[in-house]
C-alpha cells in the first residue's frame, strides 16, 4: 500500500478522535499544553496500537470482533455522550462529573474512537500488508489533530459555557451512532 493511500486511511480513521478532542476541549476550563498532550497522546497511541492488535488477531477473531465491534464503541460512547448531556443539567459542585482529562475516561473514549483502527489493522494483516508505515501515520497525524482539537473545542467552550457538555455529548453520542450505522448498512464482502 502507497504512502497516499495510508495517508488516508490515517485521515480517516483520526476523524473521530479529532471529534472527541474537540468534545474534550470543551470540557477543559483553564488549558495548558499539558492537558493537550495527555489527550492527543492517549488517542494517538491508542489509534496506533488498534491496528497492530487487530493485525495479529485478525485471523483468528476477524468473525467474532467485526460482529460487535460496532455495539461496543457506539455503547461507550453514547454512555459517555448522555452522561455529559445529563451533566448539564446538575449542579456545579456534583464530584463525579465528566472529566476529559481523567486517565480512566481517556481510556474509554479511545477506546471507543480506535475500534475502527482494529478493524483495518485486521485488513492489513488479511492483504499481508506492512503494518509498520500505517501504524506510525495513524498514529502521527490521530496525536496531531487530537491536540489541535483540544485547543479548537476550549476556545469554542469559552464562547458557549453554557451549552459546552451538550454541544460536547451530542457530539460523542453522535460519533457512536455514526460508527454503527457504517457498520450495519455496510455492504457484505
Known amino acids: ?14 476523524a473521530d478522535a479529532f471529534a472527541v478532542s474537540i468534545s474534550s476541549g470543551l470540557k477543559i476550563k483553564y488549558i495548558k499544553l499539558n492537558k493537550a498532550l495527555k ?3 492517549f488517542f494517538g497511541c491508542f ?35 448522555m452522561k455529559m448531556i445529563y451533566e448539564s443539567n446538575q449542579d456545579e459542585s456534583s464530584e463525579k462529573r465528566f472529566n476529559p482529562l481523567d486517565t480512566y475516561t481517556l481510556i474509554t473514549l479511545s477506546v471507543g474512537t480506535s475500534i475502527d483502527a482494529l478493524a483495518v489493522g485486521m485488513g492489513f494483516g488479511l492483504l499481508k500488508s506492512s503494518i509498520m ?13 487530537s491536540f489541535i482539537g483540544v485547543f479548537i473545542g476550549h476556545k469554542f ?19 457512536g451512532s455514526k460508527i454503527l450505522i ?8
Not at 508505515?133 to 489533530?145: D, K, Q, R, S, W
Not at 467552550?157 to 460519533?175: C, D, H, S, T
Not at 457504517?182 to 464482502?189: C, K, R, S, V, Y
Open 47 to 81: 489509534q496506533a496500537f488498534m491496528p497492530i492488535i487487530g493485525w495479529w488477531g485478525g485471523l483468528i477473531f476477524k468473525d467474532v470482533l467485526s460482529a460487535v465491534d460496532h455495539w461496543f464503541a457506539f455503547g461507550i460512547l453514547s454512555f459517555l455522550g
Open 1 to 14: 500500500m502507497g504512502p497516499i493511500a495510508i495517508g488516508f486511511i490515517a485521515l480517516g480513521l483520526s
Open 157 to 175: 467552550g469559552n464562547l458557549f459555557q453554557n451549552k459546552v457538555e451538550i454541544i460536547g455529548g451530542a457530539i460523542l453520542i453522535i460519533i
Open 39 to 41: 489527550i492527543a497522546l
Open 182 to 189: 457504517e457498520h450495519l448498512t455496510a455492504i457484505p464482502n
Open 133 to 145: 508505515p500505517a501504524v506510525t501515520a495513524i498514529g502521527f497525524i490521530t496525536f496531531f489533530l
